[in-house]
């Protein structure tokens, strides 16, 4: 089976060739991939030639939505998307006032360890390919009538799959004309990895998995402080901003008990003092295998507020679909049967 949205322009003209067609139905095929059109609905080619198509295996995206849920309390809709091996992973869609956003995934599964991420409780399967995770947006936006932001935070380590991620992201801006200023990168924090991203053309918003104020609490559940100080990451998100000028973003799941105190506050703001940057503050999506509960609300508005009075630019994020199984990962572990 293979993807028209994976060809390039020689391998759309040697499969327009052997279909018997001319030159010009490339670029048609081309288009309709880019809007994820079946091979069936591609009404401008001729009968022959799709039924040419369909019988050589050739499909429009190299994603394809077997499962999709829509909570009832936001209209968020996660789905499941499989590829020809038969792997699976998940995408989210929220919707906002200024438009809809996609949340994909970079790899099967993850290397990464976190200890609040259902997504790595298998380590990773492999990378995906650019041509896969755009097959995601494609076919998250066809079911909702487009897509205007895309966020790399779904199961994976973006920045542990850099080649094809960067390429993805050259193909949002390119092929489907997003600006990189709507397409959000999210990273545990791969210090070299980060300066290399910063120098990139299409160099996307960077927001930074912090999660706990110092290496201490940060090792009991992120494996990566024992590579990377946290000191050392914020830095790397500094140079990220003096590069780019854009504001860097990081992201603080509140923990009951273990990161919400008082005093991590006030470490955190500490840590980010000086450079423009943001917090978003989530409560933790409660992952049974983890055995680790989210902050209570009246915690996270004093978290917020203390940050606040510290004079650090924060939000606290609504914790979407919660009703369908919201944290990463969950979704597919039900569907492959590793969550009974
Ligand atoms: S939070 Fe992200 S980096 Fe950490 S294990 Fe999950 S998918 Fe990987």
Excluded: W
Aim: one cysteine or more; aromatic letters at 6%; hydrophobic letters at 40%.
């Amino acid at each position: 089976m293979s993807a028209l949205i994976a060809m390039d322009e020689a391998q759309l003209a040697a499969l327009v060739k052997e279909c018997g067609q001319p030159p010009f139905r490339a670029k048609q095929l081309r288009e309709y991939a880019l809007k994820g059109t079946p091979v069936e609905g591609m009404s401008s080619l001729p009968k022959s030639m799709r039924d040419l198509l369909v019988a050589k295996g050739v499909t429009a995206l190299a994603a394809t939505v077997v499962q999709s849920k829509t909570s009832a309390i936001d209209g968020t809709t996660k789905f499941l998307f499989a590829f020809g091996d038969g792997n699976v992973v998940e995408g989210v869609l929220m919707k906002y006032e200024y438009g809809n956003s996609v949340c994909v995934s970079t790899q099967v599964g993850c290397a990464m360890g976190c200890k609040f991420c259902a997504s790595t409780l298998d380590g990773k399967v492999r990378d995906l390919t650019a041509a896969e995770m755009l097959s995601e947006v494609i076919a998250a936006g066809s079911a909702a009538g487009g897509v205007n932001h895309v966020v790399l935070m779904g199961s994976g380590e973006p920045l542990d799959n850099y080649g094809e991620v960067t390429e993805f992201i050259r193909r949002l801006c390119v092929d489907l004309g997003m600006s990189k200023r709507h397409i959000a990168l999210s990273t545990c924090g791969l210090c070299e990895a980060m300066d290399r991203l910063s120098k990139e053309e299409y160099a996307p918003v960077l927001t930074v998995s912090l999660h706990a104020p110092n290496d201490e609490l940060r090792k009991r559940i992120m494996p990566i402080a024992n590579r990377y100080p946290v000191r050392e990451v914020v830095a790397a998100a500094k140079r990220y901003f003096d590069s780019t000028s854009r504001r860097v973003i990081f992201e603080y799941s509140l923990i009951d008990g273990f990161n919400d105190t008082p005093e991590c506050a006030k470490e955190l703001a500490a840590l980010v003092k000086g450079f423009p940057c943001h917090i978003n503050l989530i409560r933790l999506n409660p992952v049974k295998e983890r055995g680790l509960a989210g902050s209570s609300k009246a915690a996270v508005a004093a978290f917020s507020d203390a940050l606040t009075g510290y004079g650090v630019s924060n939000t606290v994020r609504r914790t979407l679909g919660a009703d369908i199984d919201g944290a990463c990962g969950q979704l597919r572990r039900k569907f492959l049967g590793g969550e009974k």
